[in-house]
């Protein structure tokens, strides 16, 4: 007989807590039990998925049925959760950022060298079909070392999220804000393609959007080693585009994942060799990332990002805050 396909609780159906329903169901590899603490989301769940759901997750941790857990809850929340996970015997995919400060994070690498489990940071960037190529360009050395990289990102943030100003977004204590949101996104990106981020200067500002007061705008200057990165990115702007250029000795790789190309250009070429990389529809990169994290509790090889790097990016977000609140450099 077939093995039964392992069961997965995903803890907290906002947004990307029912995406990861969705997407984990999408798989065809797994169970899902949804948890949320609102029984009319409960009732949501069940309606459009038809899986089971709990309201109080807690309850569930002596269920030996349960293989995994997906933590989608605020950001304070997940390294607390993740342990008690671990120490269920379950492996563990936490939304990102890992955390808004580095309280526990010793606890957290115990539970999971004890426990002997996969943990990985949902960190969805890495699933980009065009940043995957890119970074196997980088790595195979054919355009030589990488020397500086230009991040250049903005999108209109109320038309993806209409509601932002009830959620997470409007408060760091919970996450929020443009640097935890989605600078961490590039920052983690960056870090996997050329290595960690070790000093960096930020500034930002609440430019334009609505009814919050975090940052919606930020310039990031990093060294990734002897790599120079600039950080730009703003949250208001009219047309969503994002792109990456990894200048190196040889030439320049560039990601455009607005356009769903990558593309190189050598010294002495006049014209980029352009490669196409559909994104898919929207799920795509969420479903991938699913397959990535049932592969990692098989002990399979996988693209998610690890526990150590979801670690560093903790730190780059805690560095990024810190160097504009206190208008220095800081190094990590």
Partial sequence: MPSPRPLILVIGCGSIGERHVRTFLTTGKCEVI????????????????????????????????????????????????????LKAGWHVLTEKPLSTSLEGIEQLVAAQQQAQKFVGIAYV??????????????QSGEFGAVKHVAVNSGHHFPHARPAYREIYYRDHAQGGGAIQDAVT??????????????????????????????????????????ILVNYSLNQFQAVQETRWDFHAEKGTIRCEVHAQRWGTIALGENEWTWHDAPLGERDAMYVAQAHAFLDGCEGKPNALCTLDEGIQTLRFNIAALQSWREGQPVVL
């Fill in 185 to 226: 996104h590039m920052a983690n990106a960056i870090e996997w393609a050329v290595g960690p981020t070790t000093r960096l200067y930020c500034d930002a500002a609440h430019q334009v959007l609505d009814g919050v007061t975090v940052e919606d705008t930020v310039n990031v200057a990093a060294r990734n080693g002897d």
């Fill in 125 to 138: 960037l890495h699933f980009v079909p065009a940043l995957q190529a890119v970074r196997q360009v980088i």
């Fill in 34 to 85: 949804a948890c949320d603490n609102r029984p009319e989301i409960c009732q949501l769940m069940t309606e459009r998925y038809g899986v089971k759901t709990g309201a109080d997750w807690s309850t569930l941790l002596d269920d030996t049925s349960i293989a995994a857990a997906v933590i989608a809850t605020p950001a304070p929340l997940h390294i607390d959760m993740a342990v008690k996970c």
